[in-house]
C-alpha cells in the first residue's frame, strides 16, 4: 500500500494543479489498476434496462453460477390464510371509530392472542404434510407466517422452483429461485403465499451520520416546553424499540450526563448479548429521552448475527416484532429500519400488516421512518452505481403498512431562541439520499387517510401514500447526539420517528392527566385532526424541498405528509376532539 | 422542564425544591409577585441552604444520601460540537455553512478568495464558485462547464432533483478518466451542481475517484467524494435570501 500511496500522492500533486485551472486531461476509459478501485471494478454483465422489481433487478444485475448444490440447505416463509382478519379490522375500524361505543376499548395482549391467528388445526395439517416431504416447519401460534426448511432438492421438488446460485457486481454471493415459489395443492387450504426465495439479505438502517441541536432545543423547537412544563415528562410510559444494533451504557451515561437529564437505564428484551454498537439504537434511546426523560425504555433487538437467507431475515424480525407487540400493550413503539417494498413482496407486506393491526387492536402507537434514499427506497437492492431511475421509486416496508404511522424527514431552521424557524422536506440530490416517500404498490389507501392533497396526481389508484408526518432529519440541523463513543449529529428519519415517539408520550401524558385515553393507533386521529378545523394549528406544513421524486407541497404531500409537530396545540386539538367525540 | 442538578430529576420551571432529594433549586422565574413575597422566599431559600451547608458539615461519617438510581452531574448547557463555520463571497455575496467536526477535518481548503471556496480531499477536488448568469439558465451553465473544462466526460445520469440550498438547479455526474504525472490513468466521477437566482449563477463542480460502496444508502455517484461535500450543498444561499 505504500506505493499506492506514494502514486496516489503524486497523483493528487498533479490533479490538485490542474483542477485549479479546471483543466483536467482525459483519456480513453479505463479501470486498469486495483490502486483506487480494490475489489470493486467490475463489469455488468446484464442489462438493467428496465427490472420490473428490485428482485429481477438484482438477479438481472448478477451473473448466474448455476445452479446450487442440491443438498444446499434453503429456506423459505409462507404467509397463512387467517380468517379471523377481517373480525381484526372490523375491531380495529370500530376501536378507532369516535362514533363506536368500543372507541378507544383496547384489546388485552391474551385477548389479542386468544381472537386473532390462523386456524391451528388446519397449520397443524400442512405442517405434517411438509414434514413427509423432509422439509422442517417453524411455527408460533397466532402468527400469520412459518417457516419451512430444508435441502435445495426438496424445495425445488415441493414448491416447483429453480434455486440458482449468483454472485453480484461486488461480489456477493447468493442463491436464489428467479421465479416465486408455487404453493403446492395440499397446503392451499392454509398457505395465502410465499416471500422470494433468496439468501440475498440487504436490510436499511434509516441513520445519516454527521456533526446539534440540544434536547432542550428540540423540545422548544416543536413546542414541547408547555407540555414538559405541565409535568408531562413520560411518567409511567413504555417506549419500546425495534433494533439490529446495540447500545452500550457508557454511551448513554455520557449522554445523560452532558446534558443534566435524568440517568436512562433501557432493557433488552430479546437478545440475550447485544450485537455491536452501531449508533442506529443509541440515538434512538437518545432522541427519546431527550424529550421524554421520564419514560421507559424498553429494546427489542433482532439478531442479524449468522442470517444467511431472506426467510431467516423475515422470520427473525417477524418473530421479535410479534414478540415485542405482544408483550407491550398500550406502548409507544418506534421503528427506524426497513426494506424495499418491493423486496419485501406483498404476501410479506401483508404478514406485517396483520402483525401492527395486532399492535392498534391493543392501542398500541407504532411510528415506524420512511426511509433515507429519497423516493429512491429500491435503489439500495440495485449493484452499486446504478443510476437513481423511475425503476428504483418506491417506498419502504415495513412503513408503507396502513397500521402503522410513518414518519419522514425534513430539514429543520430554528431561531436564535431555538423556537421553529422553517422546515424543508429533506433531500442531498448528490447523495440520492432524503426522506422515504411514495405510494404503496399493495395496500389500498385506508379510510382514514383523507385531507387536502391527499388526492393527488402521483397517486391515481388511491393507495395508500406515506409518509404520514415527519420531523428533522437532516443531519445538518440534527439533535446533539453521543453515538458509540463521539458526538455527532443525529440524521436520516431514524431520528424523526423517535421524535414522534418522544412527542406522542407526551401528548399521552397530557390526555391521561385530563383524564382521557391515549391516542394508540394514531393516524385516525392525526387526519382527522389534519382534514378537520381544530382550534388550534397542530401541524408545520412543510412546502419546500421535496425526496427527489416528489414535491413537498401546501397540505399532504409525499416528502412530508401532513407536516411537523406543533406539539402543544396537536395536544390540545386531541383532547378537544376526544371529548367532542 | 428543568432537572435537579443535584440529582437529575424532572422539576417544574418555578419549583423551590427538588421533589426527589429535596435539595433547593434555582429561583423560579420572577413574576409579578410582590417584594415581600420574594423577600421572604429568598430568605427562605438562603436559610434552606444555610441549614443544608450547616447539615453538610455536621454529616460526617453519617452515609451519605443515594441520588436513585445514580447522581447526575449540573447540566452543561452548551452545545457539545462547535457551529459550523461560513464562507461568505465577497464578490458575489453568496454563502455556504461547513463543518470541520466531520469529514472536513480530513479535507483540506485549498482555494478561498472573494469567488470561490474549495477544498483539496487526499488529492481530489470540490469547488463552490459564482458568475452572473447572463440569461443563462443552469442547465445550460452546467454543460458549458462540462464542455470547457471537462469536454470528454460521459453523463452517467442527470441528478434528480439537483439543487443548491434547496433553491432548484441542475445537476449531472459524469464519467471521466484521469491522467496522472507517471501515465497511469484512472476512473473518477465528476460532479456538477449549478443553480440560478436573481442572475447570480452559484456553481459547484467536484472530481473524486470513481469507487463501488457497499453500504446502507450507496451513492450512485460512485465516489467517497460526495461525503465529504453533500451536506455543504444544502447550505448554500444568496445574497439577502433569509436563512435557511
Redo the contacts between chains.
Keep these: 500500500m505504500a506505493g499506492a500511496g506514494s502514486?496516489?500522492?503524486?497523483?493528487?500533486?498533479?490533479?490538485?494543479h490542474r483542477?485549479?485551472k479546471?483543466?483536467?486531461?482525459?483519456?480513453?476509459?479505463?479501470?486498469?489498476?486495483s490502486?483506487?478501485?480494490?475489489n470493486?471494478?467490475?463489469s455488468v454483465t446484464s442489462s438493467l434496462s428496465t427490472p420490473p422489481d428490485a428482485f429481477q433487478a438484482l438477479i438481472a444485475g448478477s451473473r448466474d453460477l448455476g445452479p446450487t448444490p442440491p443438498t444446499q440447505t434453503v429456506s423459505l416463509l409462507l404467509t397463512l390464510k387467517d380468517a379471523s382478519r377481517a373480525r381484526l379490522e372490523s375491531d380495529l375500524a370500530a376501536i378507532y371509530d369516535p362514533r363506536s361505543p368500543m372507541h378507544l376499548h383496547f384489546k388485552r395482549a391474551e385477548q389479542a392472542q386468544a381472537e386473532y391467528g390462523p386456524d391451528s388445526i388446519a397449520v397443524s395439517n400442512a405442517s405434517s404434510h411438509l414434514k413427509r416431504r423432509g422439509l422442517a416447519v417453524d411455527w408460533t401460534r397466532g402468527n400469520g407466517w412459518m417457516t419451512v426448511t430444508g435441502t435445495a432438492h426438496a424445495v425445488e421438488a415441493e414448491f416447483g422452483v429453480q434455486i440458482h446460485d449468483y454472485v453480484t457486481?461486488?461480489a456477493?454471493r447468493f442463491w436464489a429461485s428467479r421465479l416465486p415459489p408455487t404453493v403446492p395443492p395440499e397446503l392451499t387450504a392454509v398457505v395465502s403465499g410465499s416471500a422470494r426465495l433468496t439468501s440475498y439479505v440487504p436490510?436499511?438502517?434509516n441513520?445519516?451520520?454527521?456533526?446539534?441541536?440540544?434536547p432542550?432545543d428540540l423540545?422548544r423547537a416543536y413546542d414541547l416546553?408547555p407540555l414538559?412544563?405541565?409535568?408531562n415528562?413520560g411518567s409511567g410510559a413504555r417506549v419500546v424499540f425495534l433494533e439490529v444494533d446495540g447500545w452500550a451504557q457508557s454511551d448513554l451515561?455520557t449522554f445523560?450526563?452532558?446534558?443534566?437529564?435524568?440517568?436512562m437505564?433501557p432493557s433488552e428484551k430479546a437478545a440475550q448479548v447485544l450485537p455491536p454498537v452501531s449508533g442506529e439504537a443509541e440515538m434512538d434511546l437518545e432522541v427519546v429521552h431527550a424529550l421524554a426523560?421520564?419514560a421507559e425504555l424498553v429494546t427489542y433487538t433482532i439478531s442479524l448475527d449468522g442470517v444467511t437467507t431472506k426467510t431467516d431475515f423475515f422470520s427473525r424480525w417477524l418473530r421479535v416484532q410479534d414478540q415485542m407487540i405482544a408483550e407491550n400493550p398500550g406502548a409507544v413503539i418506534s421503528i427506524s429500519l426497513g426494506f424495499c417494498e418491493d423486496w419485501a413482496g406483498q404476501q410479506v407486506a401483508e404478514a406485517f400488516k396483520t402483525s401492527f393491526e395486532k399492535a392498534a387492536a391493543m392501542g398500541e402507537t407504532v411510528f415506524v421512518s420512511t426511509g433515507?434514499?429519497?423516493g429512491?427506497e429500491c435503489?439500495?437492492y440495485a449493484p452499486?452505481?446504478?443510476?437513481?431511475?423511475a425503476d428504483y421509486v418506491a417506498g419502504l416496508m415495513p412503513a408503507m403498512t396502513p397500521s402503522v404511522t410513518a414518519v419522514g424527514g425534513t430539514?429543520l431552521?430554528v431561531r436564535e431562541d431555538m423556537s421553529w424557524?422553517?422546515e424543508?422536506g429533506w433531500?442531498?440530490?448528490?447523495?440520492?439520499?432524503g426522506t422515504g416517500g411514495n405510494v404503496s404498490r399493495y395496500f389500498q389507501r385506508p379510510d382514514w387517510q383523507r385531507g387536502n392533497g391527499v388526492d393527488n396526481q402521483f397517486n391515481p389508484n388511491r393507495m395508500r401514500s406515506v409518509p404520514d408526518v415527519s420531523a428533522d432529519a437532516?443531519?445538518?440541523s440534527g439533535a446533539?447526539v453521543?453515538l458509540n463513543g463521539q458526538?455527532?449529529?443525529g440524521g436520516g428519519t431514524s431520528q424523526s420517528a423517535p421524535i414522534w415517539a418522544g412527542v406522542t408520550v407526551l401528548v399521552d401524558d397530557y390526555l391521561k392527566s385530563k383524564g382521557l385515553k391515549p391516542v394508540g393507533f394514531f393516524n385516525p386521529l392525526l387526519y382527522a385532526i389534519f382534514d378537520g378545523k381544530p382550534p388550534y394549528p397542530a401541524f408545520h406544513d412543510v412546502v419546500?424541498?421535496?425526496n427527489?421524486?416528489y414535491p413537498a407541497t401546501p397540505g399532504y404531500d409525499l416528502a412530508t405528509g401532513i407536516g411537523t409537530p406543533i406539539a402543544w396545540n396537536l395536544a390540545r386539538d386531541i383532547e378537544l376532539y376526544e371529548r367532542q367525540h | 422542564?428543568r432537572?435537579c442538578?443535584n440529582c437529575?430529576?424532572?422539576y417544574?420551571?418555578g419549583s423551590r425544591f427538588c421533589g426527589q432529594c429535596a435539595r433547593p433549586l434555582e429561583q423560579g422565574p420572577r413574576s409579578g409577585r410582590s417584594f415581600i413575597w420574594v423577600g421572604v422566599a429568598g430568605a427562605l431559600v438562603l436559610f434552606m441552604v444555610v441549614m443544608g451547608a450547616l447539615a453538610e458539615m455536621l454529616s460526617v461519617g453519617v452515609a451519605q444520601r443515594v441520588c436513585p438510581?445514580?447522581c447526575?452531574?449540573?447540566?452543561?448547557?452548551s452545545?457539545?460540537?462547535p457551529p459550523?463555520l461560513k464562507y461568505t463571497s465577497a464578490r458575489y455575496g453568496y454563502s455556504l455553512?461547513y463543518?470541520e467536526?466531520?469529514l472536513l477535518k480530513s479535507a483540506a481548503i485549498?482555494?478561498r478568495d472573494d469567488t470561490s471556496i474549495g477544498w483539496?480531499a487526499?488529492?481530489?477536488?470540490f469547488?463552490f464558485t459564482a458568475e452572473r448568469a447572463g440569461g443563462r439558465d443552469s442547465r445550460a451553465i452546467a454543460d458549458q462547464?462540462q464542455r470547457?473544462?471537462?469536454?470528454?466526460?460521459?453523463s452517467?445520469?442527470t441528478?434528480?432533483?439537483?439543487?443548491l440550498g434547496?433553491t432548484p438547479g441542475f445537476?449531472e455526474?459524469y464519467?471521466?478518466?484521469?491522467?496522472?504525472?507517471?501515465g497511469?490513468?484512472?476512473?473518477a466521477r465528476l460532479?456538477i451542481?449549478v443553480a440560478v437566482k436573481k442572475n447570480l449563477a452559484v456553481e459547484f463542480?467536484a472530481?473524486g475517484?470513481?469507487?463501488?460502496?457497499?453500504e446502507?444508502?450507496?451513492?450512485?455517484?460512485?465516489t467517497p467524494l460526495?461525503?465529504y461535500?453533500?451536506?455543504i450543498?444544502?447550505?448554500v444561499t444568496w445574497p439577502n435570501d433569509?436563512?435557511?
Design positions: 502514486e496516489r500522492s503524486r497523483l493528487s500533486s498533479t490533479m490538485k483542477a485549479a479546471l483543466r483536467i486531461q482525459l483519456v480513453t476509459l479505463a479501470c486498469a489498476t490502486l483506487f478501485c480494490g470493486s471494478c467490475f457486481p461486488a456477493v436490510v436499511q438502517k441513520a445519516v451520520p454527521g456533526g446539534g441541536l440540544k432542550d423540545a416546553e414538559r412544563a405541565l409535568g415528562v451515561n445523560t450526563q452532558r446534558f443534566g437529564l435524568p440517568p437505564h426523560p421520564a433515507d434514499s429519497g429512491f435503489l439500495a452499486p452505481g446504478t443510476a437513481p431511475t430539514r431552521s424557524y422553517a424543508y433531500e442531498a440530490p448528490v447523495r440520492t439520499v437532516d443531519a445538518a446533539a453521543f458526538w455527532t449529529q419546500q424541498g421535496g427527489l421524486v | 422542564m432537572y442538578p437529575g430529576a424532572p417544574v420551571i438510581p445514580v447526575a452531574p449540573p447540566p452543561v448547557t452545545p457539545p460540537l459550523p455553512e463543518s467536526t466531520t485549498d482555494v483539496n487526499q488529492g481530489f477536488p469547488r462547464m470547457t473544462s471537462f469536454p470528454e466526460a460521459t452517467v445520469y441528478i434528480p432533483n439537483a439543487e434547496y445537476g455526474v464519467d471521466v478518466t484521469l491522467a496522472s504525472g507517471t497511469q490513468s484512472i476512473r460532479v451542481v463542480w472530481v475517484p470513481y469507487q463501488l460502496q457497499q446502507s444508502h450507496p451513492s450512485p455517484a460512485a460526495v461525503l461535500f453533500s451536506d450543498l444544502n447550505t433569509p436563512p435557511l
